[in-house]
């Protein structure tokens, strides 16, 4: 593996991090410029917005809402 903002390959296993439960990662330290980084996961995205009770859930209705509102003319609405 090489570093994301110094190319180096000095990178080393750090540890783990599980910022959403389920979804754990190893972050990674290079050893040349010092940056700390994980992996990207695409599927995390689509995981919090399938699921009804991610806080990420609320922005399709607000984007419906909006919509609505924006379709009415209405501008105290939005």
Known sequence: MKCRICG??????LGRVEYYESFDWSVY????????????????????????HSRYSGYWEASSRCKAAFERN???AL
């Open 8 to 13: 180096s390959d000095t990178v080393t296993e």
């Open 29 to 52: 330290v290079c050893e040349a410029c010092g940056c700390r980084f994980t992996r990207h996961d695409e599927t995390i995205y689509e995981f919090l917005h399938a699921h009804r």
């Open 74 to 76: 209405d501008v105290e």
